[in-house]
C-alpha cells in the first residue's frame, strides 16, 4: 500500500525554524509531489507551496520569503523548509502528491496524515 509519511513537525518559538519531509513508502509507477498543505483549527485546508510546471515553484502570500519547497527526486521525498516561523504558522502540515500504480493508468490523488507545527513561546 502506497503511503505518504510526513515528518519534522514540533514545538518551535516564533522566529524559529523547522524542516518538514514526506517520504513514500510502498511500490508505485510513477509519483508527482503537487505541494504542502496546511490546516489550523477551525480553518479550511489551505495551499502553502505547490509545484507548478515541473519545477517552478508557488507560495502563498503569508509564507513568501519564509518557506521553501523542494524535492528530492531520488528518493522520492518532498520537504518544506521554513524559518522566521509565526504563531500564525500553527497547523497541521499535510503533502499532497498524484501518485500513477500502473503505466497507463490515471494518477490518483495522495494524501499524508499530516505532521503537527506548533509556533509558540
Known amino acids: 500500500q502506497v503511503q505518504l509519511v510526513e515528518s519534522g513537525g514540533g514545538l518551535v518559538q516564533p522566529g524559529g525554524s523547522l524542516r518538514l519531509s514526506c517520504a513514500t513508502s510502498?511500490?508505485?509507477?510513477?509519483?508527482?509531489?503537487m505541494g504542502w498543505y496546511r490546516q489550523a483549527p477551525g480553518k479550511q485546508r489551505e495551499l502553502v507551496a505547490t509545484?507548478?510546471?515541473?519545477?517552478?515553484?508557488n507560495y502563498a502570500d503569508a509564507v513568501k520569503g519564509r518557506f521553501t519547497i523542494s524535492r528530492d527526486n531520488a528518493k522520492n521525498t518532498v520537504y518544506l523548509q521554513m524559518s522566521s516561523l509565526k504563531p500564525e504558522d500553527t497547523a497541521v502540515y499535510y503533502c499532497?502528491?498524484?501518485?500513477?500504480?500502473?503505466?497507463?493508468?490515471?494518477?490518483?490523488?495522495?494524501w499524508g496524515q499530516g505532521t503537527q507545527v506548533t509556533v509558540s513561546s
Open positions: 499532497n502528491a498524484k501518485i500513477q500504480m500502473g503505466s497507463g493508468r490515471f494518477p490518483d490523488d495522495y
Open positions: 509545484f507548478t510546471n515541473g519545477d517552478n515553484t
Open positions: 510502498g511500490r508505485f509507477f510513477s509519483i508527482n509531489f
